[in-house]
């Protein structure tokens, strides 16, 4: 009986283990941060934005949601579109998610048990008919 104990133990163990290194959390005790916070994630997005000239004539706005995982070093992985728009404006939010990675993390990992962990995080990215075009 005891060694079933046991066993059961380092399996859980085991199990807890596999949900920390490989499947991203949903809600942990920290979550990631954009390096500066949400102002500076916001402007980031707002001075590398393009509204798509295709979407200039189909109505006032859109709103993309994204989702992607920060990984322990700061870095966005797996980026996806989970509700999108018409005309380009998914493939514009999928532009700013690889710009977050060039050069440097511009996030913060989440903490969870005292340790940086994987979280899944959702981003809704705001597409307006007045944006400026370069």
Same mark, same amino acid.
């Given at each position: 009986?005891?060694?079933?104990?046991?066993?059961?133990? *380092?399996?859980?163990?085991? *199990?807890?283990?596999?949900?920390?290194? #490989?499947?991203?959390?949903?809600? !942990?005790?920290?979550?990631? #941060?954009? !390096?500066?916070?949400?102002?500076?994630?916001?402007?980031?997005?707002?001075?590398?934005?393009?509204?798509?000239?295709?979407?200039?004539?189909?109505?006032?706005?859109? !709103?993309?949601?994204?989702?992607? %995982? %920060?990984?322990?070093?700061?870095?966005?992985?797996?980026?996806? !579109?989970?509700?999108? *728009?018409?005309?380009?404006?998914?493939? #514009? *939010?999928?532009?700013?998610?690889?710009?977050?990675?060039?050069?440097?993390?511009?996030?913060?990992?989440?903490?969870?048990?005292?340790?940086?962990?994987? %979280?899944?995080?959702?981003?809704?990215?705001?597409?307006?008919?007045?944006?400026?075009?370069?």
């Amino acid at each position: 009986m005891r060694m079933l104990i046991i066993l059961a133990l *380092a399996l859980f163990k085991f *199990a807890l283990q596999a949900q920390t290194d #490989e499947t991203p959390f949903t809600f !942990v005790e920290k979550m990631p #941060e954009f !390096v500066g916070g949400n102002k500076k994630m916001n402007r980031f997005i707002s001075d590398n934005i393009h509204f798509p000239d295709e979407c200039r004539n189909e109505g006032p706005g859109y !709103v993309v949601i994204v989702q992607f %995982v %920060v990984d322990t070093s700061g870095y966005i992985s797996n980026p996806k !579109v989970v509700r999108g *728009a018409r005309c380009g404006c998914n493939q #514009e *939010a999928m532009r700013i998610m690889n710009l977050m990675n060039e050069n440097n993390p511009h996030w913060i990992p989440g903490m969870h048990n005292g340790r940086k962990v994987r %979280v899944q995080y959702t981003l809704p990215i705001k597409f307006e008919r007045n944006m400026t075009k370069d």
